[in-house]
């Protein structure tokens, strides 16, 4: 059985920083990249970042300079470091693992607030 356990998610004031975190274990394969995805109140789930098993990384436009990708090959682990965080920002953050087994793995997902 796969489990992607996502934390880190919370509430923080606008300039405020998170760091989330998604653990994958069980039966997923050889992971070939994990990533970040968001789902504003409303709208359509979007890419915010990605993460190749090689290191190579690739961010939305909206995050460029403030959000940082990382992973952690030895845990199966990825985080995500948001600084500067904005109102915008503010939706339910879901990881995602493509690996040998998976095309697409989902975590259930963490909510992340801002707001003063």
């Known amino acids: 059985q796969v489990q992607l356990v996502e934390s880190g998610g919370g509430l923080v004031q606008p300039g405020g920083s998170l760091r989330l975190s998604c653990a994958a274990s069980?039966?997923?394969?050889?992971?070939?990249?994990m990533a970040w995805y968001r789902q504003p109140p409303g709208k359509q789930r979007e890419l915010v970042a990605t993460?190749?098993?090689?290191?190579?990384?690739d961010y939305a436009d909206s995050v460029k300079d403030r959000f940082t990708i990382s992973l952690d090959n030895t845990k199966n682990t990825v985080f995500l470091q948001m600084d500067n965080l904005k109102p915008e920002d503010a939706a339910v953050y879901y990881c995602?693992?493509?690996?040998?087994?998976?095309?697409?793995?989902w975590g259930q997902g963490t909510q992340v607030t801002v707001s003063s």
């Open positions: 069980g039966r997923i394969g050889a992971i070939s990249a």
């Open positions: 995602n693992v493509r690996s040998s087994y998976y095309s697409n793995y």
């Open positions: 993460i190749t098993n090689s290191g190579s990384t």
